[in-house]
């Protein structure tokens, strides 16, 4: 694993923006990054996608003993009213796309380390699937690259279609200013469209519940079926929540309730008492003492690397701010290889339980919205 300096592109904005990419640059200084890439071995990819795969075949295992001992929700901030509905969800196994992207730390030595799963509402899928290939196909077309997340996506789409009501696909997301999350779900919309699927879209906020009191988007058409790229967390304290869990049979929720167990950091602790040898995972705990002298304590459903404080040998070492108030678990820090100044996290997306890409996102020493996305090859 290495990191090599690159000339950008001539005109890469205007190159970026034709593939979807219409925030490619923040506050003045590129989001999308190309002044560098970062190298990997083939040997080296392979270790990450086994890392990710055996992640995913342990978060299986929390889920199913959650499942069977929900007293160990009370620690997640799941409202009481949800927990049942969530369970019943869990042990029914509907559809899902069961996609997300696991952000680990890595040196190149020894095993990935575990941060966070990001399976709820991830975004960076365009920067991954589509933008970063299309780069590596410009400036470096004779090497490989970790990027099958695209076509796993649409083929998840596709198989998953026949249990849609007419094959038809609500998208929903939230308003936001700087347009990532548009971007994504409107990237995600077009996959669903490529395998076959009709689409609608409609703002979250335009979602309400009719005389009947059935789930239906702005034009008063019932959604049978909905992508949203808005926290569960959210949805259940909006006050259309209790109506929206209350009526699952109705509606098929894309990612499902569900996710709201692995999305949640209160589940790190649980997989260190799982399985507290395994080389994926860094201790985790609510516990600050039992995770040792050097840690990261993060709320629970805290998002952006915000609220995030690191504590070294008694001294706090690192500090960001955040409206997050969630209660907090301490993970064993895990120091960062550093690049050019910067640190980067190393984002594995799965699909299906399966490897499906690499998105890299590089800043200081807690990755926050202000962190770059760098492209990456295979190269040996």
């Known amino acids: 694993m290495d990191k090599r300096r690159l000339r950008p592109r001539e005109g890469w904005q205007r190159i970026v923006e034709e593939q979807g990419l219409v925030w490619h640059t923040q506050d003045g200084k590129p989001y999308w990054d190309e002044s560098g890439c970062y190298v990997f071995t083939l040997k080296e990819i392979e270790t990450l996608e086994r890392a990710a795969e055996r992640c995913h075949e342990l978060f299986l295992e929390a889920g199913d003993h959650l499942a069977k001992r929900p007293e160990k929700l009370a620690r997640f901030g799941i409202p009481d009213w949800c927990i049942d509905p969530l369970l019943a969800e869990w042990k029914r196994d509907r559809p899902a796309l069961d996609y997300g992207r696991f952000d680990f730390g890595w040196d190149g030595k020894g095993e990935p380390k575990l941060f966070e799963y990001n399976c709820d509402t991830p975004t960076a899928m365009l920067e991954c699937g589509v933008v970063q290939w299309q780069w590596k196909e410009e400036v470096f077309p004779a090497n490989d690259q970790f990027t099958s997340l695209h076509d796993k996506l649409i083929d998840r789409w596709r198989y998953m279609a026949r249990d849609l009501p007419g094959q038809r696909l609500w998208v929903t997301h939230y308003g936001d200013e700087l347009h990532e999350d548009t971007l994504t779900a409107t990237y995600m919309r077009d996959l669903a469209e490529q395998a076959g ?50 009526r699952m049979d109705a509606t098929l ?67 960001t701010d955040g409206p997050y108030t969630s209660p907090v678990i301490y993970q064993q820090l895990y120091d960062l290889p550093e690049f050019d100044g910067a640190y980067p996290v190393l984002g594995v997306w799965t699909v299906g339980g399966e490897a499906a890409g690499l998105g890299i996102r590089e800043g200081g020493r807690i990755t926050g919205d202000e962190a770059r996305f760098v492209p990456h090859i295979i190269e040996g």
Do not use: C
Request: hydrophobic residues 40%; proline residues 7%; negative net charge.
């Open 253 to 319: 929720w894309l990612e499902p309730i569900w996710k709201m167990l692995w999305s949640n950091k209160a589940i790190l602790p649980l997989l260190s008492e799982l399985e507290p040898k395994h080389p994926n995972l860094l201790p985790a705990s609510w516990d600050p003492v039992s995770v040792g002298s050097r840690h990261v304590a993060k709320p629970i459903l805290a998002r952006e690397g915000a609220n995030i404080v690191i504590s070294e040998d008694g001294r706090e070492t690192g500090r």
């Open 197 to 246: 699927l009709e689409t609608r879209g409609v703002l979250i906020d335009r979602i309400g519940i009719d005389g009947e009191g059935r789930i239906v988007d702005d034009e008063d058409y019932l959604i049978t079926a909905i992508f949203k790229l808005y926290p569960w967390e959210w949805i259940v304290a909006e006050d259309y929540g209790r109506e929206i869990v209350r």
